[in-house]
């Protein structure tokens, strides 16, 4: 199984701030990368697929790049709305497709 | 728009079988793969099963082979999980999930149902 690895697990930050979280696979998967963001309670929602494709309705904020192991998605400009876990996926090579830990974003 | 509405979440005891349901409006249903995945309380979001469109391929998780069963009747838009000999470590909220043309992550997700398995 390809292991998806966030970094960090959780971090504090302050509205208007750019942020960057980090997802690593353990061997390549080209671009097949997805990237949701869960509030508490709630079901996970997409944000990006193909690594950097922008899901229809997402705020421009939100941005991802990288290919083969190493991904990222950035945060621009924090809005409050934003202080949410985030995952990344994996759909490269399956069985199984699988997630990240998540990375915890806190309001500092 | 699309809508995804999970049901037959509840309490069963270890050992014991539970089927949930996806009810599916909004697209044409018989055109998508379909995703279960699950969320243990406190944890992370673990993948579970996924079909294709027309139910030919199917696949699963390890922690949930030959005890789980996903299927289709897209004549119902409706998407199942058939989860047999539960165990305590299967206590999650179960998601459905839909799967666009290209790219099988999900793009649009329900709302979830428990699962509690608990003497």
């Known amino acids: 199984a390809i292991r998806m690895t966030q970094s960090p697990s959780s971090f504090s930050a302050s509205t208007g701030d750019r942020v960057t979280i980090t997802c690593r696979a353990s061997?390549?998967?080209?671009?097949?990368l997805a990237w949701y963001q869960q509030k508490p309670g709630k079901a996970p929602k997409l944000l990006i697929y193909a690594a950097s494709t922008l899901q229809s309705g997402v705020p421009s904020r939100f941005s991802g790049s990288g290919s083969g192991t190493d991904f990222t998605l950035t945060i621009s400009c924090l809005q409050s709305e934003d202080f949410a876990t985030y995952y990344c996926q994996q759909y490269y090579s399956y069985p199984p497709i699988t997630f990240g830990q998540g990375t915890r974003l806190e309001i500092k | 728009q699309v809508q995804l509405v999970e049901s037959g979440g509840g309490v069963v005891q270890p050992g014991g079988s539970l089927r949930l349901s996806c009810a599916a409006s909004g697209f044409t249903f018989s055109s998508y793969g379909m995703h279960w995945v699950r969320q243990a309380p406190g944890k992370g979001l673990e993948w579970v099963a996924f079909?294709?469109?027309?139910?030919?391929?199917?696949y699963y998780a390890d922690s949930v082979k030959g005890r789980f069963t996903i299927s289709r009747d897209n004549s119902k838009n409706t998407l199942y999980l058939q989860m047999n000999s539960l165990r305590a470590e299967d206590t999650a909220v179960y998601y459905c999930?839909?799967?666009?043309?290209?790219?099988?992550?999900?793009?649009?997700w329900g709302q979830g149902t428990l699962v509690t398995v608990s003497s």
């Open positions: 999930a839909k799967s666009p043309p290209y790219g099988d992550y999900g793009d649009y």
């Open positions: 079909i294709r469109y027309d139910g030919s391929n199917k």
């Open positions: 061997q390549g998967i080209s671009s097949y």
